[in-house]
């Protein structure tokens, strides 16, 4: 099983407002940049947008390694809240973590907090690419 790691970030100007998203992939020596926005969501929506397509963006089944500075996406899967969601209902964003949940599925997916705006070049890369993404909208 092929070995990815992969950096996301998503940033909105206001909160709802336009909002940007990004990922870079990482498979051995090659890496991949990508990114997208919306004129209208929230940062959490950019958050989850972020996983969604990084994970979507691969051909097979990999084992991943998702790094985010998303306390709400990374406590989910360590906490298992999605467990009492599936059961009881989603409070917010129900299309993005049903989607994510299905993609999560297809993998071996590990989450890692990073702090954001720190040290973490990756991490602050994608930033760059999340916030640029909301000045081409």
């Given at each position: 099983m092929k070995e990815v790691m992969i950096y996301t970030d998503g940033a909105c100007s206001g909160n709802p407002g336009p909002g940007g998203w990004a990922a870079i992939l990482i498979y051995g020596a090659h890496q991949?940049?990508?990114?997208?926005?919306?004129?209208?969501?929230?940062?959490?929506?950019?958050?989850?947008?972020?996983?969604?397509?990084?994970?979507?963006?691969?051909?097979?089944?990999?084992?991943?390694?998702v790094y985010s500075d998303s306390a709400y996406i990374v406590n989910c899967f360590h906490q298992k809240w999605y467990e009492k969601w599936e059961r009881t209902g989603f409070k917010k964003n129900e299309d993005?973590?049903?989607?994510?949940?299905?993609?999560?599925?297809?993998?071996?997916?590990?989450?890692?907090?990073?702090k954001g705006h720190s040290d973490v070049e990756l991490n602050n890369r994608c930033d760059e690419l999340a916030r640029a993404a909301i000045t081409r909208l």
């Open positions: 991949k940049e990508i990114s997208g926005g919306e004129k209208e969501t929230t940062n959490n929506r950019m958050e989850l947008t972020a996983v969604i397509e990084a994970l979507k963006a691969l051909k097979e089944p990999c084992r991943v390694k993005l973590w049903r989607e994510l949940l299905r993609l999560v599925r297809q993998h071996d997916v590990e989450f890692i907090k990073v």
